[in-house]
């Protein structure tokens, strides 16, 4: 498999963006939203993700009316 193709299943796989924007022009969900979160995987002392990252996400969906979240651990 060359790089371009591994680079292309990587991003689709991990943040499936263009298949979700496909679902929503076809009526299958709503419209996709406009912010993207990540966070690291492995945080040694969680308390800033906690009590401030979280529940900056979390009023930012709210702002944006997501009804839905897909969380993929990568």
Same mark, same amino acid.
């Given at each position: ?9 990587e ?6 963006? +263009?298949?979700? +924007? ?53």
């Open positions: 498999m060359s790089a371009a193709a591994r680079q292309w299943l991003r689709i796989c991990a943040l499936p963006l +263009e298949r979700l +924007e496909e679902l929503a022009r076809q009526n299958n969900i709503g419209e996709v939203a406009a912010s993207h979160y990540s966070t690291m995987g492995y945080i040694l002392d969680p308390t800033e993700l906690l009590d401030d990252t979280t529940p900056k996400i979390i009023q930012n969906l709210k702002d944006e009316e997501v009804d839905v979240l897909a969380l993929v651990p990568v």
